[in-house]
């Protein structure tokens, strides 16, 4: 059975820095990504990674912010969370999947791996 465990979510100041972990097991995929949803909000997505950062993507309210990496066993993704502000709030869910030939992005969302989600509160 497929596992993905979120860890590192929490609540801090605006300009403060939380670290997000997700490991998965028992398999490694090519797709890996964080996704949020602020209070009242659709879901978004946040950054995706292919391949151990191959080809990384970036929302533009995160991009510069956000850093987001993998282990070397591609087990692990991180997202650092950087210059924080009141509306990066809402909780943050990983996500896993295989390509098949699509975008990082639109795979995840088709995906049945999913996290059960990390709550990020940054206040002012």
């Known amino acids: 059975q497929v596992q993905l465990v979120e860890s590192g979510g929490g609540s801090v100041q605006a300009g403060g820095s939380l670290r997000l972990s997700c490991k998965t097991s028992?398999?490694?995929?090519?797709?890996m990504g964080w996704f949020r949803q602020p209070p009242g909000q659709e879901r978004e997505g946040v950054v995706t990674?292919?391949?151990?950062?191959?080809?990384?993507n970036y929302s533009a309210s995160v991009k510069g912010r956000f850093p987001a990496s993998q282990d070397r066993t591609k087990i692990t993704l991180y997202l650092q969370m950087n210059s924080l502000k009141p509306e990066d709030t809402g909780m943050y869910y990983c996500a896993a999947g295989e390509s098949r030939g699509r975008p990082c992005f639109e795979a995840l969302l088709d995906s049945p791996y999913w996290g059960q989600g990390t709550q990020v509160t940054v206040s002012t």
């Open positions: 990674i292919y391949s151990g950062g191959a080809a990384t």
């Open positions: 028992p398999f490694r995929f090519i797709c």
